[in-house]
């Protein structure tokens, strides 16, 4: 596959990584200056006492060591590790993948990719020949070490457990092998396998381990009576607690690991809101403000000239305090309020011997939303111009209130990602989530490059009544919209409503969809025993009063909540309210939230409905959604639509589709790409 950013090259390495062929000379991107214009960010590596460094951090700031001078921001991007139809454990990506992905981001002025485990033997390859191509403007490494157990989650259970402890011994010390091409894994579920011979430790810029910290889990542990022996390179202060003492021994385990092969670089350890060392006074959910681990509990020593940092993710729509907290609304950015600001501003403040890393931020291009933000800036909802700009904007702002750098989470789509207010609609094809790619779900559409779904295969049908307003109808699918293209016989009529039943033991239909052109409007409803919102709901005035058999199709994106005495109303997002447009990404006036349009030059109307407002809970293995709570999964032969004009009988089409365990997919960069490029490369001069 080409590039999408740069025209296709071709190129053969040695298992080692070094170029054997020049890869072909890349055109203009058209993304404005190319990027080999300006300051050189070519490595200049300093050694100290021996061990080499491409960037330090201290007290002062961080610090990337080029052949232009210390660059004090990195402007970066997060990779994940699959792609569409594949769980993150297959690890699918191939070097075609990561030269291209790479190509791409080195156009757009991306500085640093940031990857959250060790990745197949070919990404270490791709990214040195493409440094190595690249030699003035090379793509740095953020190298990321997960927890390979992570059932310290459950009840009963800490990070100290021998399984959780061991487990993550093990990655540190392979995570330190692949990075230095000198490992050999045999294929295990959930791990990359094979021979890593390319070292790209000469462009590590930082290393970040551990997780989202899980705030029950954290308590749990924080009870163990932890041993709190120094270590030789990372150590915890006199007053940390048993998990920042259990992730200073494991930092230290990496640091021993890096200074045996004569390197040392940053590390740090994976942290978010939910877990930083700040109290939240406005914050409704006691679990988001319930501990602290504190990067400040965790240091370097003195044989350690890599040092650390304080690494977030942070984004603009969570947790609640982000729009409860009053002192962080005080705060300005750009002429007004700005709560996200405020609250970078806060953590800066409160890490004096390290700098602060927003080491993920973004929001979602996706038609469903799950929380309300700070400044517009929603979990969801956002077409891909919007999303583009915003993430911009924040990337500016992350270097403006004096961040060391910004990871923009993410590269690509993933149909795999799962969020709380759709995932009890998906429950029984949870396994299969990754089969197809539900516009509803926001954490699936955080990507610079769209990861379009392919046609399903053999699922058009279609039919010609003899009589009625209905001349025709057409309905097909691709694995995140069923696409119905309605023609009449005599002219688009003003209003018309097209029903579709699957689950048989509902009566009537199971969702109706009014579309009203000469309104401009079109609205989804679903029967009330249906409506998915029953599924997220943990009391009564979680529900909104409803009359009749229909309500319209919500998504909710916050419960009630009750803090200090006052209660907060749940909040819905009616995303049951289609969108007129054009959602053609070639159109000029293209919409990436768009849902429906009119075509009166051919008396049709076309509409692409989500699968899940549809009631599909796993179009892939045909599952609908059925009644109760838990809602059952019903295994359904198809949908029944029914085509209505007022006064007129009905036109009806029982339309099914094969099941399928793979579809293909295309990718393009998003709409509004070029707005980001700009602020990657502003902020990365």
């Not at 792609?83 to 690890?91: M, R, V, Y």
């Not at 940053?266 to 939910?274: E, G």
Request: glycine share 10%; net charge negative; hydrophobic share 35%.
């Amino acid at each position: 596959m080409c590039g999408l950013l740069a025209a296709c090259t071709s190129a053969s390495t040695t298992g080692s990584g070094t170029r054997v062929e020049s890869r072909a000379e890349e055109p203009s991107t058209g993304f404005g200056t190319p990027l080999t214009d300006g300051p050189s960010w070519a490595a200049a590596v300093r050694t100290t006492d021996g061990l080499a460094s491409v960037a330090t951090s201290t007290a002062s700031g961080f610090r990337l060591h080029t052949a232009s001078g210390d660059k004090t921001f990195v402007p970066g991007m997060n990779l994940g590790s699959t792609t569409p139809t594949h769980q993150p454990g297959e690890l699918a990506m191939t070097a075609a993948d990561y030269h291209r992905w790479f190509t791409d981001m080195g156009a757009m002025g991306v500085r640093a990719v940031r990857v959250y485990t060790i990745h197949p033997p070919a990404f270490y390859d791709e990214l040195a020949t493409y440094n190595q191509e690249h030699p003035e403007a090379p793509l740095y490494l953020v190298q990321g070490v997960y927890l390979p157990d992570e059932s310290y989650v459950e009840p009963g259970h800490t990070l100290y457990d021998r399984a959780v402890d061991e487990a993550f011994s093990a990655e540190l010390a392979d995570a330190s092998k692949a990075v230095h091409g000198d490992l050999t894994r045999a294929p295990a579920p959930g791990h990359a396998s094979g021979t890593w011979k390319t070292d790209v430790s000469g462009w590590v810029m930082a290393w970040i381990v551990g997780v989202e910290w899980d705030p029950a889990g954290v308590q749990r542990t924080d009870r163990v009576d932890a041993d709190a022996s120094p270590g030789t390179y990372f150590r915890a202060t006199r007053n940390a607690t048993a998990t920042e003492r259990w992730i200073a021994r494991h930092m230290d385990e990496l640091a021993t690991a890096e200074h045996a092969r004569g390197t040392s670089a940053p590390i740090a350890f994976a942290n978010w809101p939910t877990a930083d060392p700040l109290r939240h006074p406005g914050e409704p959910l006691r679990l988001e403000d319930l501990v602290g681990v504190d990067a400040d509990h965790v240091l370097p020593t003195e044989a350690w000239p890599g040092g650390t940092f304080a690494s977030f993710h942070a984004y603009p729509y969570y947790p609640d305090f982000l729009r409860r907290q009053k002192a962080l609304q005080r705060v300005r950015w750009e002429g007004r309020r700005d709560a996200y600001a405020g609250y970078l501003r806060y953590l800066r403040r409160h890490y004096t011997r390290m700098p602060v890393l927003v080491t993920e931020f973004g929001v979602p291009s996706s038609l469903g939303s799950a929380h309300l933000g700070t400044n517009g800036r929603d979990q969801g909802g956002h077409t891909e111009a919007t999303a583009m700009s915003m993430d911009a904007d924040l990337l500016r702002l992350i270097k403006g209130q004096g961040m060391g750098a910004g990871l923009m989470f993410e590269w690509t789509d993933e149909w795999f990602k799962r969020t709380w207010n759709t995932e009890e609609h998906q429950r029984p094809g949870a396994d299969r989530r990754q089969l197809w790619h539900d516009p509803l779900t926001n954490e699936q559409w955080f990507g610079v490059v769209a990861t379009d779904a392919g046609a399903v295969p053999d699922a058009g049908h279609e039919i010609t009544p003899a009589s009625g307003p209905v001349r025709y109808v057409l309905a097909d699918a691709d694995a995140s919209y069923v696409r119905l293209d309605v023609t009449f016989r005599d002219g688009v009529p003003d209003r018309f409503t097209i029903g579709a039943d699957a689950v048989r033991s509902v009566a009537g239909d199971d969702y109706r969809i009014d579309v009203r052109p000469a309104a401009g409007t079109a609205q989804v409803s679903v029967a009330s025993p249906l409506d998915p919102v029953r599924l997220d709901a943990r009391q009564a005035s979680d529900r909104r009063p409803g009359t009749g058999a229909y309500v319209p199709f919500e998504l909710m994106v916050n419960r009630q909540l009750d803090s200090g005495g006052v209660s907060y109303a749940p909040e819905f997002q009616d995303v049951g309210r289609l969108r007129q447009g054009r959602w053609e990404p070639t159109d000029r006036r293209y919409d990436s939230l768009a849902t429906w349009q009119v075509d009166r030059a051919h008396d049709t109307v076309r509409l692409r409905v989500p699968w899940s407002m549809l009631g599909m809970a796993d179009p892939s293995s045909r599952t609908a959604l059925g009644p109760g709570d838990p809602a059952q999964g019903v295994k359904v032969p198809g949908i029944r639509f029914g085509f209505t004009v007022p006064g007129s009988p009905a036109a009806t089409m029982d339309w099914t589709w094969p099941t399928w365990n793979h579809v293909k997919h295309t990718e393009r960069v998003k709409q509004g790409a070029d707005v980001l490029a700009d602020a990657f490369r502003a902020t990365g001069r």
